[in-house]
Nanobody, 127 residues
Framework: QVHLVESGGGLVQAGGSLRLSCAAS????????MGWFRQAPGKEREFVAG????????KYSDSVKGRFTISRDNAKNAVYLQMNSLKPEDTAVYYC????????????????????WGQGTQVTISS
């Protein structure tokens, strides 16, 4: 059974930083693209960042580009999201995601391509 466990969420002031981690088990995550999505209260879940299985290609939503950095450690079956210059509008539950298809050449950027979800971690940014 596949498990994705996120950690690193919390409450920080605007302008601060957080680093989210996601540890995968139950599959060879190193062969799948991984990514992060978020969902704010009353809003749909949205794409934040994605990285290909080999880690050479990343993709970001326009709202986080230049502030967030996604990375992965295939030896640890883990993906990370470094979030800098945080804004109140970044407040949401952040979800780790694994692609449906192994060895995809492009990073996931849509919930339609997600095969597995983590349980989510709350990120709250105070103004």
């Amino acid at each position: 059974q596949v498990h994705l466990v996120e950690s690193g969420g919390g409450l920080v002031q605007a302008g601060g930083s957080l680093r989210l981690s996601c540890a995968a088990s139950g599959l060879a995550a190193s062969t799948y693209g991984m990514g992060w999505f978020r969902q704010a209260p009353g809003k749909e879940r949205e794409f934040v960042a994605g990285i290909t299985w080999i880690g050479r290609t990343t993709k970001y939503s326009d709202s986080v580009k230049g502030r967030f950095t996604i990375s992965r450690d295939n030896a640890k079956n883990a993906v990370y999201l470094q979030m800098n210059s945080l804004k109140p509008e970044d407040t949401a539950v952040y979800y780790c995601a694994v692609d449906q298809v192994a060895y995809r050449g492009q990073s996931i950027d849509s919930a339609r391509n997600v095969g597995y979800w983590g349980q989510g971690t709350q990120v709250t940014i105070s103004s």
